[in-house]
Structure formats: C-alpha cells, structure tokens
C-alpha cells in the first residue's frame, strides 16, 4: 500500500490543523493506520492509531483530548485532526499502515508501509 500525507503548515499555537494520509493500492481497510510524529533531535514517537473498523482509537498521552483520529475507509483516507496545537507539537508527522486490522500498536517498527512526512510548525 501507498501512503501520501498532507495537511501540514505553519499554525500559532492554540490552532488547528488536520492532516490526511491517502492509501492506494492494497485493500485500505485491512490495515490498522497510526500517526507518528518525529521532532529535530528527537526519537519517533507514536501520537495516534486507529484500527480498521474505526472502532478502537488509541492516544499518546502528549496529544490526548487535543487530537482525533478517524478513517474514511470508502475514501481510503485516514486523518489527524489536531486541536489546541502547542509549539512542542512542531514535527515531521508520518501515517504508517500495519497489517493486522484489528490491534491498536504504538511501536513504530510493527508498522509495514509508510509515508512521506509533512511537516507542522507550531509557533508559540
């Protein structure tokens, strides 16, 4: 499956952005999709993961009631939808896809595929 991430940007803290992650190719649906973020300096860190269904999200801590996760599987799209943004959420943020429809994973060497990163600027 390939994935493309988009919706990145420069927003003041306290806005908003939402970023999409397109798949093509295999079936969308059968993969459980996350977001990973990765800042300057810093390691990769899991932000959010959602299973095939919708049915099950999952949240790191840092983005809790700030972010939300959801899928469009008709449109083979997954976004973030990002809330309340802080200048530590600056990052390089990346949709992966893992193949097992039905586990939420926060570790980001469990996911198969990946897409390019789009970057958000959160300026304080």
């Known amino acids: 499956v390939q994935l493309q991430a988009s919706g990145g940007g420069l927003v003041q803290a306290g806005g908003s952005l939402r970023l999409s992650c397109a798949a093509s190719?295999?079936?969308?649906?059968?993969?459980?999709m996350g977001w990973f973020r990765q800042a300057p300096g810093k390691e990769r860190e899991f932000v959010a993961a959602?299973?095939?269904?919708?049915?099950?999200?999952y949240y790191a801590d840092s983005v809790k009631g700030r972010f939300t996760i959801s899928r469009d599987n008709a449109k083979n799209t997954v976004y973030l939808q990002m809330n309340s943004l802080k200048p530590e959420d600056t990052a390089v943020y990346s949709c992966?896809?893992?193949?097992?429809?039905?586990?939420?994973?926060?570790?980001?060497?469990?996911?198969?595929?990946w897409g390019q990163g789009t970057l958000v600027t959160v300026s304080s």
């Open positions: 959602i299973t095939m269904s919708g049915g099950s999200t």
């Open positions: 190719g295999r079936t969308f649906s059968r993969y459980t």
């Open positions: 992966a896809a893992k193949s097992d429809p039905h586990v939420i994973e926060t570790q980001h060497r469990l996911y198969d595929y």
